[in-house]
T-cell receptor, first 107, second 110 residues
Framework: GENVEQHPSTLSVQEGDSAVIKCTYS??????FPWYKQELGKGPQLIID?????GEKKDQRIAVTLNKTAKHFSLHITETQPEDSAVYFC??????FGAGTRLTVKP | DTAVSQTPKYLVTQMGNDKSIKCEQN?????MYWYKQDSKKFLKIMFS???????INETVPNRFSPKSPDKAHLNLHINSLELGDSAVYFC?????????FGQGTRLTVV
């Protein structure tokens, strides 16, 4: 199956700053790249996704960028708020997940 | 209505017992999954079914057996439970794109 590597494993930012989480993948045929947010005590929830025919997608304060040449995709969160604190996961098209990034937004 | 529901939410059992976790989705999705999440939050895929047919069977002990009576249900049976099976188990479903997850079943083996 597809391998996805996710970095960093932990990320701490001040409220209002931006946060970036990156994932690299191995299969150049991969064509779908989702990001999930998992809050404490809950299941992961899809927050944004991108297909390989576009380079960037935005939804309010979150965006995902895709670099097919380098085989990586990134989650960008701008103007972070304390409620953005959670564990974020990228996933491969076959639903194998990255190792997760614990984001902490300090008020 | 809950899209993906798992029962039970909590399960505490002794080593050596056999237990089942049930999962149902009302989204009409063709694909369902089981994941194991350990204490470090790593989310490992265990099984994936598409229209009742097994398509992903990761390297998990054969004490774990999924059963899909229809495409809306994917149950997980675990035989001879061990301490290392303690984790949160998530069911999920998808239809070609992102998945919807259940709320998880916290299994504690004592």
């Amino acid at each position: 199956g597809e391998n996805v590597e996710q970095h960093p494993s932990t990320l701490s930012v001040q409220e209002g700053d931006s946060a970036v989480i990156k994932c690299t993948y191995s299969d150049s045929a991969s064509n779908y790249f989702p990001w999930y947010k998992q809050e404490l005590g809950k299941g992961p929830q899809l927050i944004i996704d991108i297909r390989s025919n576009v380079g960037e997608k935005k939804d309010q304060r979150i965006a995902v960028t895709l670099n097919k040449t380098a085989k990586h995709f990134s989650l960008h969160i701008t103007e972070t708020q304390p409620e953005d604190s959670a564990v974020y996961f990228c996933a491969a098209p076959d639903m194998r997940f990255g190792a997760g990034t614990r984001l902490t937004v300090k008020p | 209505d809950t899209a993906v529901s798992q029962t039970p939410k909590y399960l505490v059992t002794q080593m050596g017992n056999d237990k089942s976790i049930k999962c149902e989705q009302n989204l009409g999705h063709d694909t369902m999954y089981w994941y194991k999440q350990d204490s470090k939050k790593f989310l490992k895929i265990m099984f994936s079914y598409n229209n009742k047919e097994l398509i992903i069977n990761e390297t998990v002990p054969n004490r774990f057996s999924p059963k899909s009576p229809d495409k809306a249900h994917l149950n997980l049976h675990i035989n001879s439970l061990e301490l290392g099976d303690s984790a949160v188990y998530f069911c999920a479903s998808s239809q070609g794109t992102g998945a919807f997850f259940g709320q998880g079943t916290r299994l504690t083996v004592v």
